[in-house]
């Protein structure tokens, strides 16, 4: 082989140009191939550089549009193999000199290296390899710490050193205390049969910067919120789901961080008005409770994306329910709910409306505002007309109506551009060859039945 295509790093790592591809080698045998990795740098955003800390922040903040995807049929790619070849070289070069960090190379490259570096017996591989998996995932952008999390990499970790990425104090005594009072935080009997020591713990929690990101407690046995959890100041996630749970704290608002708050399936009734303080909040999924109102300070989670209320005891909605700007669904299924407030219709980004099963026989002209929604469910309630005000949901694809008190579909419905599916399960008196005369021109699929 030509000297030029045969590039040895070092005892332990080789680079080679086989027909024309960049094949890595660990200990003699062929690892992967090289994959590419082109970014094109807008002359405006060279200055946006300076804030990168990695590879991966690179490849996910700048433009791709160099790199080869089947969608990109003009795709040109000039760079001679051989010059390609030499830059990765230069990569892997750079990589070793600077002891394997895992920021010089794009992470679905670095670690699989790295583990196979440390397999094969390199020193200098095996003293780093844990130390860049935590630091990564701590301090990481999150692709990396997905990456990490799903291909495994935290179990090469011992349960002391997972648990060492909780730098603050506070935070550990959480930890420490969640461990003590509720053993199945930490371990199942069937996982500790199995050999496999600490993988509930590191399912149920994670760390981010230092602190705990992540707790999940779902069927552990809890009662109440510990009062010690004020202190998750930068908890992101928190599952409270399956347990006894008889109300939350009223402090719940002082987790700043927290973007997902699962707690289904508990037997709290009321939540306090402390919720609105989540200011972060993205999704809050409380289905299978037994919650009979909703505070107005619900309205004050500017951030959430998804309210899951699914299967509650819920008469009404508060007005403040449209101040939820950012709102794509709300389920409301299986609850008590005889109106809707007025300002549901300032639900503008709302997608996802899901009122089946409740006690609504009226709805309001200002439905028709929800210029964004895409499926709507009135399955089972006692509608008998809907307002004229629907014919601007120009972007409804799916529309259920079966089993209300609906005896005519209005004519704008058969109008609505982008309307896919249709529900009128149980409506006898209209007729099906009515619909279908109507939707002749339309691609629709119509449930009768």
């Not at 960090?101 to 670690?111: E, G, Q, R």
């Not at 935590?134 to 349960?159: F, P």
């Not at 719940?252 to 989540?278: D, M, V, Y």
Request: aromatic share 8%; charged share 30%; with cysteine.
């Amino acid at each position: 082989m030509d000297e030029k295509k045969n590039f040895i790093i070092s005892k332990y790592l080789t680079v080679k140009l086989e027909d024309g591809k960049t094949v890595i080698f660990v200990a003699g045998k062929p690892i992967r191939n090289c994959k590419f990795l082109l970014i094109n740098i807008l002359v405006d955003k060279i200055s946006s550089l300076d804030e990168i800390q990695s590879i991966d922040e690179a490849a996910e903040n700048l433009d791709h549009s160099l790199e080869p995807l089947p969608s990109r049929k003009q795709f040109k790619y000039s760079i001679p193999p051989d010059v390609e070849f030499w830059g990765h070289c230069s990569n892997l070069q750079v990589w070793y000199e600077n002891g394997y960090n895992t920021k010089l190379l794009h992470s679905n490259i670095a670690f699989p290296l790295l583990r196979e570096l440390t397999r094969a017996g390199d020193i200098q591989a095996k003293r780093v390899f844990k130390e860049e998996i935590a630091e990564r995932y701590n301090n990481g952008i999150e692709s990396v710490r997905r990456y990490l999390k799903s291909l495994h990499y935290l179990d090469e970790l011992s349960l002391e050193e997972f648990l060492s990425l909780n730098e603050n104090e506070e935070d550990r005594e959480v930890v420490e205390r969640l461990r003590k009072e509720y053993p199945l935080f930490e371990e199942y009997p069937l996982f500790e049969e199995a050999g496999i020591g600490g993988k509930v713990l590191r399912l149920n929690l994670a760390f981010k910067k230092g602190r705990v990101a992540k707790l999940n407690l779902n069927n552990i046995g809890l009662k109440k919120l510990p009062d010690y959890f004020k202190n998750l100041t930068c908890l992101e996630e928190l599952d409270i789901s399956n347990n006894e749970i008889g109300e939350l704290p009223e402090w719940i608002g002082r987790l700043k961080s927290l973007k997902l708050l699962k707690a289904i399936s508990n037997p709290f009734k009321t939540l306090p008005e402390g919720i609105g303080e989540l200011q972060s909040l993205q999704k809050l999924d409380l289905r299978l409770s037994q919650l009979e109102s909703l505070p107005e300070s619900i309205g004050n989670l500017r951030e959430l994306r998804v309210l899951d209320l699914e299967q509650n005891r819920i008469t009404k909605l508060p007005a403040s329910i449209g101040n939820l700007k950012n709102l794509g669904k709300l389920d409301l299924k299986k609850n008590l709910i005889t109106t809707l407030p007025d300002s549901i219709g300032c639900l503008t980004k709302l997608e996802k409306l899901n009122l089946s099963e409740n006690f609504i026989d009226i709805l309001p002209e200002t439905l028709g505002e929800l210029k964004n929604i895409e499926y709507l469910s009135f399955e089972g309630n006692k509608i008998r007309k809907l307002p004229i005000s629907m014919k601007n949901m120009q972007n409804l694809k799916t529309l259920n109506l079966s089993r209300t008190s609906l005896r005519t579909l209005p004519v704008y419905l058969y109008k609505l551009p982008k309307l896919e599916r249709l529900d009128i399960r149980g409506l006898d008196d209209i007729i099906p060859r009515t619909i279908k005369s109507e939707f002749r021109n339309k691609y629709l699929t119509i449930r009768l039945n």
